[in-house]
């Protein structure tokens, strides 16, 4: 073993069962964009922390030797060299994204390192969320795969007027406003996953942008993968009874299921008219659940 495997050893087992992250605020999200690299902290359920898996000193050294020769400036943007981490109890941020970014700026001695702080949706978040519902139908939409368009083939929205433009650069697929304009007066909960780190605020405020009002953002989703067995189970519990109506909304493809009548329909979507096909589509089945 290693000094470096002896130290994220030690850095786990000093964090082991007496930390979590909390949510850092707008300003602090906004000002800090440097931090000592003492404040960054492995996270354990990384391949990265795991002494079986361990860190891949090949790519320390490819990133070591890159920032050295100034190659890293010119081939990564500003978000490529941060650091995407969290903020956590007691103190510091826990690593999320960029461990081995992290372990060549300590080889290197910078001793400040680029971040970007994000909030992720905890359990209880969507807990809460449940709580709040005042609906029994939902649709879900995948941020990544659905809601934001390629600007390439120019089926996008038009772009957000300045400053905006330049704070979210993604562009939403042209529809998709009318689309959950259209959810929101017929009464559905509209469930935005992606499992990207963004920070459920950055979501909320750029689809707020477009006129699609949702609390209901889950962010990094794959870590509930590993969430405890029971309180994943109770999430579970929670949408069945909460539900009777589910929509899952495709790229090319709408699934719509209703539980208390075991029914599940399919129904084709076309790209070059996914937003009408989407509206017509949950417009024919109401009518025929009347």
């Known amino acids: 073993m290693t000094d470096f495997d002896k130290f994220i050893a ?13 949510k850092a605020s707008l300003l602090e999200r906004a000002l800090v964009r440097k931090v000592s690299y003492k404040k960054l902290h492995p996270n354990p359920d990384d391949e990265f922390s795991m002494p079986s898996v361990g860190p891949s000193y090949r790519i320390i050294n490819e990133y070591v030797q890159m920032m050295s020769e100034d190659r890293y400036i010119g081939a990564h943007s500003i978000d490529d060299k941060s650091i995407t981490v969290e903020k956590m109890y007691p103190d510091g941020y826990m690593i ?21 702080i994000v909030n992720l949706t905890k359990s209880h978040d969507i807990l809460k969320m449940l709580n709040d519902s005042k609906y029994d139908k939902r649709v879900t939409i995948d941020l990544d795969e659905v809601i934001f368009g390629d600007e390439a083939d120019g089926n996008v929205e038009k772009k957000l007027p300045f400053p905006f433009c330049n704070i979210y650069k ?5 529809g998709i406003p009318a689309v959950c304009n259209y959810l929101a007066e017929n ?7 992606t499992v990207n780190l963004y920070s459920t605020d950055y979501v909320r405020r750029l689809l707020k942008l477009y006129h699609i009002d949702t609390d209901f953002v889950v962010t990094g989703f794959t870590r509930f993968d590993t969430t405890d067995p029971k309180e ?10 909460k539900y009777d109506i589910t929509v899952h909304i495709y790229g090319e493809e709408l699934l719509f299921v209703k539980r208390s009548e075991k029914k599940s329909l399919e129904f084709g979507l076309h790209a ?11 417009g024919e089945i109401k009518k025929n659940e009347e």
């Open 272 to 282: 070059n008219s996914w937003a009408n096909d989407v509206i017509e589509v949950l």
């Open 187 to 193: 009464g559905f909960d509209i469930w935005v996953y």
């Open 232 to 241: 994943k189970k109770q999430l579970e519990e929670l949408f069945v009874k």
């Open 96 to 116: 999320l994204n960029g461990h081995h970014r992290w372990a060549a700026y300590m080889r290197l001695g910078i001793k400040r390192v680029p971040i970007n």
């Open 170 to 174: 993604e562009r939403l697929r042209k």
């Open 10 to 22: 030690q850095e786990v087992e000093k964090y082991k069962n007496n930390s979590f992250p909390v």
